[in-house]
Each structure stands twice: as C-alpha cells, then as structure tokens.
C-alpha cells in the first residue's frame, strides 16, 4: 500500500482527510460499499470526498469487471 502525499490533501475539506485516514488501514482496494460502512458518511459526502482525492491524484477509482455497479478505491501509485 502507497501511503498518500500528505501536502495533497492538507487543502482539502475534513471528510476527505478521513477517507484517507480510514483507507489507510485498509486492505487495498477497497469497495466504495465497504467505506460507507467504515466512515459511516452519508453517500454523498463519501462520494464527493472521493472525487476530491481522485481529482488532487490521491486515489483512482474503478469499476469492478463482476459487476459495473460497484466501485473500487485504491491510492495512487507513486513512482
């Protein structure tokens, strides 16, 4: 697991910072299901924080194969 820049989410709202604090103890990647039940956020605030990590390339999201409907969260990977 990549541990997130901490400069890239410093400017960021407290919802965010606690995604990356609650994917950080995580087996990665996790399901977008799988943080709502960690976090207990409401859906949308889970969700626009991950749009806010995805855009400051914190973390990606992507779709599973098995079924399209689910979303899986992961860091990015820095080189």
Known sequence: MSEADPHSVEN???????VV??????????PREDLLEMTDLPPRTL?????????AGVITRH???????C?????VETR
Do not use: H, N
């Not at 960021?12 to 606690?18: E, F, I, Q």
């Not at 979303?71 to 860091?75: A, C, H, I, M, T």
């Open 12 to 18: 960021l709202p407290p919802s965010a910072k606690y």
């Open 21 to 30: 604090f609650a994917l950080e103890g995580c087996d990665l990647p996790v």
């Open 47 to 55: 969700d626009d924080s991950l749009a806010r990590l995805e855009e």
């Open 63 to 69: 779709r599973m194969r098995e079924d399209l409907r």
């Open 71 to 75: 979303v899986q969260v992961d860091f």
